[in-house]
């Protein structure tokens, strides 16, 4: 299976830091590798690290990164969610699962040259909506939820319970 | 097909207009009919509808309604979204869907009288994430997204495009 990365653009760090938040969360658990954010935003970056810490795996966040830096030498297809795009059912089949992909998530306006970059312009519903709803529909839909209960081998691990709260800490 | 409700508790207005902004946009987009906030919040309220307005269908929001007013008479089953709950996969062909449901979605912390009351306390993946993604990935996987591109009759719809944007008006 391929990696997934993910690229956030037109982050603005005190009006987007929860949203831009989800996004990189709701990627990680969804089995992404990491994050880049076109601004700079060591806060961010220091919150997204003391998860990734606390709750195990190897997710990644770098901020201060454009999306041309990080589209440059990226080997693998671009997909961008927009609810501008093709069906994301018709895009699914034509996006391959051999290669990495990188999916950009816009904030408010995005720059026309990113759908001219884009390998995919897709939508996850054709209204107003929500970017993180819409990634993770797409995550979920692009790996089958397969990372969504894996083993992280994190310092703490919830156990799925029908009533409760069930949490493992690791002892060392 | 039964009808899907939203109960959004912990809102808080300042904080959190932007995340249940996201969580009444995405589950309208998903087919919800309408959500309960437990805060009262006009200005949220008038966001919701100006969408509501423009990009047509019948989603309702109302403020000021508790979760113990909102579950009272509410003849169906309650479904809470907690990482700390059983597995999605697990948990949906329990879920009738010859009957209404209401999704309870919390934001920081939920009392624990909300896990006792809801028929299903249902995880999507046992990683901190976001409330939005879950919402979304159960909402998508309760309805089989069929309501992602459904004609709503609207003022604006976007139809899908590959490369660029097209967005139809209504001449009225």
Redesign the interface.
């Known amino acids: 299976m391929s990696d997934i990365w993910i690229m956030r653009i037109g982050h603005r760090p005190e009006r987007d830091k ?2 831009t938040t ?2 990189a ?2 990627s ?3 089995g992404a590798k990491g994050i880049y954010v076109d601004t700079e935003d060591p806060v961010l970056e220091e919150n997204i690290r003391s ?1 990734a810490t606390r ?1 195990g795996g190897d997710y990644s966040i770098q901020t201060g990164v454009t999306w041309q830096k990080a589209t440059k030498d990226f080997k693998g297809k671009i997909v961008h969610l927009t ?8 895009a699914l089949p034509k996006i391959p699962t051999d290669e990495d992909i990188m999916v950009i998530v816009g904030a408010e306006k995005v720059p026309a040259e990113v ?2 970059r884009a390998d ?2 897709i ?8 970017e ?6 797409f995550l ?1 839909l692009y790996t089958g ?1 397969k ?3 894996e083993d ?1 081998d994190g310092e703490m ?11 493992v800490k690791k002892d060392d």
Not at 83 to 89: L, T
Not at 123 to 130: A, F
């Open positions: 929860r949203v989800h996004v969360l709701s990680r658990a969804l998860v709750f609810m501008y795009g093709q069906r994301v059912d018709e759908y001219q995919f312009n939508s996850v519903g054709n209204q107003p909506h929500s993180i709803a819409a990634l993770a529909i979920y939820g990372h969504l209960y992280r691990t919830v156990i799925p319970n029908e009533r409760g709260k069930t949490v």
